[in-house]
């Protein structure tokens, strides 16, 4: 009598734990579609952090082309909106191969995204010079322009504070798109749309992939329950000798 009771509580928790998947997953699909694009933001996320450092390296090799293919026409540099070539120009008076300078990222990079489009990436740099060697709390702005990612600001906090200037992104200047026709347009929007159907897609298959395997070893350990309980009650006489 206890193993049927068992066994048909065994069954039933194998119903609702499928039912609770079957839940779950069409909360995790909706959720995957709806969060498509923040995933994508993550990409940038990634991009960004290799132009961080390929920025930092660009000083220590003084390699001022580098800058000029990661700055946009018009900067936020250290308090002032300067153009490419100004901020290029400043960076080579200070940046002379017969001068000692080593720059290092110390810190975790930290990103906030604004309304307007632009992210601010934090971070700490240790800068070394002939004189000194000093730590500055500081920060990059990017922007997208026509896909690109492009450096539009330039500081540290020790020059915000210095200067008494409060950071706001809003009066920078922002480089614009090039102006896309309407076919052009509609054409992205459809890939857009083609992407998140895909990847969509492709999240649903694995989430039934893993609901099967689990029904599968969830089945496999019910049927071993099973025998492990027709052993323990079976009748001695069947025991052998």
């Known amino acids: 009598m206890r193993f049927k009771e068992n066994r048909k509580f065994n069954a039933n928790c194998l119903r609702l734990s499928s039912k609770i998947f079957v839940i779950i997953v069409s ?3 909706f959720d995957a579609l709806n969060c498509l694009g923040a995933s994508l933001r993550w990409a940038d996320k990634i991009i960004i952090e290799g132009m961080v450092k390929d920025w930092s390296e660009a000083h220590n090799h003084w390699d001022l082309e580098k800058f000029s293919l990661m700055y946009a026409d018009d900067v936020y540099f250290y308090c002032q909106q300067l153009s490419k070539q100004k901020c290029i120009s400043l960076k080579s008076t200070l940046l002379k191969p017969n001068e000692i300078f080593n720059q290092k990222i110390i810190s975790k990079i930290e990103y906030y995204q604004y309304s307007n489009g632009v992210t601010l990436v934090s971070f700490t740099k240790k800068v070394k010079t002939k004189r000194l060697t000093k730590e500055y709390p500081s920060y990059l702005l990017f922007y997208k322009q026509n896909g690109k990612l492009l450096i539009v600001g330039e500081g540290d906090r020790i020059t915000d504070k210095n200067l008494k200037i409060k950071l706001n992104v ?18 992205e929007q459809d890939n857009g749309f083609g992407l998140k159907l895909l990847l969509g897609l492709l999240i649903l298959v694995f989430l ?3 609901f099967f395997l689990l029904r599968y070893f969830s089945s496999k350990k019910l049927e071993e329950s099973k025998r ?9 006489f069947f025991a052998r000798n």
């Open 27 to 29: 909360i995790a699909f």
């Open 170 to 187: 809003n009066t920078i200047t922002l480089p614009k798109d090039d102006i896309k026709s309407p076919k052009e347009i509609e054409r």
């Open 208 to 210: 039934i992939c893993v």
């Open 228 to 236: 492990w309980k027709f052993r323990q009650n079976r009748p001695h």
